[in-house]
């Protein structure tokens, strides 16, 4: 059974950082790209980042870049989304995801989803 497991979700003050871990279990990342969604309340999902490993190729939305990094461990088998200069806007439900081969800004065409992290982001 693919799985993935998301952690490292919590408050932290505009201006902070942290790093969220996504774990896969039943499937190894090679060949998969991985992506990071996100969604607020009342609003849709939205796109973050993503990673090929293939080459390790990234793309990053505009409303994070220069800000959030992404990066694999395929050795242990996790996806890494590290966030700074955090604002309030970045508040969310995070969520990792997985596809073969290429990146995607479509949430409906990666087929593993993680349960989602929790990011609040306040003075």
């Known amino acids: 059974q693919l799985q993935l497991v998301e952690s490292g979700g919590g408050l932290v003050q505009p201006g902070g950082s942290l790093r969220l871990s996504c774990a896969a279990s039943g499937f190894t990342l090679d060949y998969y790209a991985l992506g990071w969604f996100r969604q607020a309340p009342g609003k849709e999902r939205e796109g973050v980042s993503c990673i090929t490993t293939t080459d390790n190729s990234t793309n990053y939305f505009d409303s994070v870049k220069g800000r959030f990094t992404t990066s694999t461990d395929n050795a242990k088998k996790t996806v890494y989304l590290q966030m700074n200069s955090l604002k309030p806007e970045d508040t969310a439900v995070y969520y990792c995801?997985?596809?073969?081969?290429?990146?995607?800004?479509?949430?409906?065409?990666?087929?593993?989803w993680g349960q989602g992290t929790q990011v609040t982001v306040s003075s």
């Open positions: 995801a997985a596809r073969l081969l290429r990146c995607s800004a479509y949430a409906k065409e990666y087929g593993v």
